[in-house]
């Protein structure tokens, strides 16, 4: 099933703060601003809080049963008997090889989408796995949801996908990288033949480009993003190579392994996949990144500009790595973010996946 363009829903709410099963609501209208906020502007104010309106099941099984790694669902309340409501997969960061579904972002960004009448889940997904390992969890979990449709209250044709940082990173991939048949992408267990397309994607500061260009003149442009790459280099190094890999060795066995891990890593790059008809992105990335460097995200921007891959840029001056809507530092509770992103990212997913309004 291919994503389709919708029109915006009306109007929806914002959570005010999250607890672990209760999350306060409050209304908010759609903003369509892309620049960043002029320097020295004021935090956007948050609007009048609501009602309580979610609860949390934890530790739900969407794998096989003997995986350890579980799902959250954020539930909605309140909502009128037969609604089925738009869904989100949320993955957590960590190069690929830390993090937790539990994190304090996933928390105030899932909490927020189910304030607003999604049903959100944040994925715990297979570390340190030999890629594509961790994809394939993410695009079980996309699965998870069209077969628990019924039971969670969700249409399964209006799924959605996020995450931040390596979790921006695997969205990007699970939105760009759908129904690639014989590809060694897609899951073969244990939703065979059930589609794990999505309708839009929302990327908080993702890597897009893993294949990075020598360090020159005596000055690196990427140490925050090497070494994301070295620290998790086992997820990279025995990583078959899909498409496009040397076909002759070389010489010397250590080029040769080089040239596989190079290939490696740009068949997982999300600017190799990007294409006209993919689905529509939102990207939130701080310019003051020092993890994961602001320029893969102008990449990624330009990228997407030049295939007609519809998609919006929101740069955030000053502001470095592993926000959420609304703080800088989630596991500290601060600062406040310069915007609130809260009102821009529902605005994107109102119109590219919630349902039309009647």
């Known amino acids: 099933m291919s994503p389709r363009i919708s029109a915006p829903a009306l109007a929806l709410a914002l959570p005010l703060s999250l607890l672990l099963t209760l999350a306060t609501v409050r209304a908010a209208a759609p903003a369509s601003v892309i620049a960043p906020a002029a320097a020295g502007a004021p935090p956007v104010s948050a609007p009048a809080p609501a009602t309580p309106a979610m609860r949390v099941l934890?530790?739900?099984?969407?794998?096989?049963?003997?995986?350890?790694?579980?799902?959250?669902?954020?539930l909605p309340e309140g909502r009128a008997l037969g609604v089925?409501?738009?869904?989100?997969?949320?993955?957590?960061?960590?190069?690929?090889?830390g993090g937790d579904k539990g994190e304090a972002r996933a928390k105030e960004i899932c909490g927020t989408l189910a304030g607003a009448g999604y049903v959100a889940v944040s994925i715990n997904y297979k570390l340190g796995a030999v890629w594509p390992e961790a994809l394939l969890d993410c695009k079980n979990?996309?699965?998870?949801?069209?077969?628990?449709?019924?039971e969670y209250g969700i249409d399964?044709?209006?799924i959605a996908v996020g995450g931040g940082s390596a979790g921006g990173h695997l969205a990007l991939m699970v939105g760009f990288t759908t129904d690639l048949d014989k590809s060694g992408l897609e899951p073969n267990a244990p939703y065979p033949g059930v589609s794990n397309a999505v309708r839009a994607i929302l990327d908080l500061y993702g890597p897009a480009n893993l294949v990075l260009p020598p360090a020159s003149g005596g000055t690196d442009p990427f140490p925050?993003?090497?070494?994301?790459?070295?620290?998790?280099?086992?997820?990279?190094?025995?990583?078959?190579?899909?498409?496009?890999?040397?076909?002759?060795?070389?010489?010397?066995?250590?080029?040769h392994?080089?040239?596989?891990?190079?290939?490696?890593?740009?068949?997982?790059?999300?600017?190799g996949f990007a294409a006209k008809g993919k689905p529509p992105v939102l990207i939130f990335h701080g310019q003051a990144d020092p993890t994961v460097e602001f320029s893969q995200s102008i990449?990624?921007?330009?990228?997407?500009?030049?295939?007609?891959?519809?998609?919006?840029?929101?740069?955030?001056?000053?502001?470095?790595?592993?926000?959420?809507?609304?703080?800088?530092?989630?596991?500290?509770?601060?600062?406040?973010l310069p915007r609130d992103l809260r009102p821009v990212a529902l605005a994107f997913l109102a119109k590219h996946v919630a349902p039309k309004a009647k």
């Open 257 to 271: 392994a080089e040239a596989f891990s190079r290939a490696a890593l740009r068949n997982a790059s999300p600017t």
């Open 84 to 97: 089925k409501s738009p869904a989100l997969v949320w993955i957590h960061g960590g190069s690929w090889i």
């Open 224 to 255: 925050g993003m090497r070494k994301v790459i070295a620290d998790s280099q086992a997820v990279w190094k025995g990583a078959p190579v899909l498409f496009g890999g040397p076909s002759v060795a070389t010489g010397d066995p250590a080029k």
């Open 141 to 150: 979990a996309v699965r998870f949801l069209r077969v628990h449709a019924e």
């Open 156 to 158: 399964p044709d209006r």
């Open 299 to 336: 990449e990624l921007d330009k990228v997407l500009t030049e295939r007609g891959v519809e998609h919006e840029f929101v740069p955030l001056e000053g502001v470095g790595h592993s926000f959420d809507f609304e703080i800088a530092v989630p596991a500290d509770g601060k600062p406040k």
């Open 58 to 74: 934890t530790n739900v099984t969407y794998l096989a049963p003997d995986r350890a790694e579980k799902l959250d669902v954020y």
